[in-house]
């Protein structure tokens, strides 16, 4: 079935349609990552957007339950040059056009991402509307203009849980894979988790499992709570930490988070993770602005301005914080190499520190696992 993607500003890229039928609006944004589709899909930074892979091949090991960030897709729509109709992995339990029909998901392929790519750098990430319906193309560049975006957006509260509860109480899905087994699946001579040194609380502004691994793995015991959670209802849980996840939309549309986040300062050690370090710098009293296409994918180059480290790192945001909005008791960490925005965070006083990007990838590098010992390590000096 024909299909096309057609961008506020009148740009139009024709394809051939997978996944489910229909009409759907939303940013369009590219993704630089050569593998982990099923964790870019399922990822729940990415609700209300459309995302285009520049990878010109995907599909090819298909699609396993254990892959999922969340438990579903949370893309909009999905865009890429090529697609493997036929997945070749012992792990696959699905098609990528099964995945995507079975929960709604609208697919576009056979356009040339490398020229949408350059468009989005060129004009910035915008609107879009992506449909297998015999729209003309006004009618679907008006519902894209017409449409959500991300700026304004909060879209935290779709996607955060609506119930607290514990992450893995029986350590049964946070240890390290083996390359030859899925998750669910004893081995003996897999690598114990440690014991559970911290209890900490997680905000869950859109929380991805392997977030959840990694902290399990580094020694933290996880309750998980709603993005709505009052500072005074976490304190009341006596934890040893707190964790600020990433999430979707407009930081600054969070005005009740920043307020919850506000009133944690100085009360625990924190540590901020992408839209976590967004909230963090709101309750300094910092802003936010919105990039012209944001950062996507697994090859971003950080610099640790205190020793000179480069990281290549995962990243996933359309937004950044204003250094020149922060306060005096607030330093500038990190920096990203391509663009110079603001990578990493911390309180010259207090027990609070953030970074913008992804320690714990899923999919990209793991140059940036470190920051999971950080965090423990400022718990220790805290106590």
């Not at 399922?42 to 254990?66: C, H, K, R």
């Not at 004009?123 to 509307?129: D, I, P, Q, V, Y």
């Not at 869950?204 to 709603?226: A, E, S, T």
């Amino acid at each position: 079935m024909k299909s096309q993607l057609v961008l506020e500003d009148g740009r139009v890229f024709h394809g051939e349609s997978f996944g489910a039928e229909g009409t759907r609006i939303g940013e369009v944004c590219f993704n630089t990552a050569m593998t982990g589709y099923q964790e870019v899909l399922t990822d729940p930074s990415y609700y209300g957007q459309i995302v285009a892979m520049t990878y010109p091949l995907i599909g090819n090991y298909g699609i396993n339950e254990a892959d999922g960030e969340s438990a579903h897709p949370q893309v909009k729509g999905f865009v890429i040059e090529e697609l493997s109709e036929f997945p070749s992995s012992w792990r696959s339990q699905t098609s990528l056009p099964e995945y995507l029909a079975t929960h709604g998901i609208v697919g576009i392929q056979g356009i040339d991402t490398r020229a949408l790519t350059r468009h989005l750098r060129e004009r910035g990430a915008m609107k879009s509307c992506l449909t297998t319906e015999n729209l003309t193309v006004e009618e679907a560049r008006r519902r894209a203009s017409e449409g959500e975006g991300v700026v304004g957006m909060d879209y935290v509260r779709v996607v955060t849980t609506p119930e607290p509860y514990d992450w893995d109480p029986d350590d049964a899905n946070s240890r390290r894979w083996d390359v030859t087994r899925s998750a669910g699946e004893t081995d003996p001579s897999a690598s114990a988790l440690p014991p559970a040194r911290y209890q900490i609380v997680a905000y869950d502004y859109g929380l991805k499992r392997n977030i959840l691994r990694r902290l399990r793995q580094h020694g933290f015991k996880v309750r998980v709570v709603p993005a709505g959670t009052t500072a005074a209802d976490v304190l009341s849980l006596k934890p040893d930490g707190i964790f600020l996840s990433p999430g979707p939309g407009d930081p600054s549309a969070l005005d009740y988070v920043h307020r919850s986040v506000r009133d944690l300062l100085g009360k625990k050690p924190i540590f901020g993770i992408c839209l976590g370090h967004q909230m963090l710098s709101h309750a300094f009293g910092g802003r936010t602005y919105k990039l012209k296409f944001g950062h996507h994918g697994g090859n971003q180059p950080v610099q640790d301005l205190a020793t000179g480290r480069v990281d290549i790192t995962a990243q996933n945001h359309g937004f950044a914080v204003d250094p020149d909005s922060l306060p005096p008791e607030v330093e500038v960490t990190h920096i990203n190499l391509n663009d110079h925005t603001v990578e990493g965070l911390r309180h010259r006083s207090l027990p609070v520190f953030s970074v913008q990007y992804h320690p714990e990838a899923a999919p990209g590098p793991h140059d940036a696992l470190h920051f999971f010992e950080q965090f423990g390590k400022l718990i220790d000096d805290s106590r």
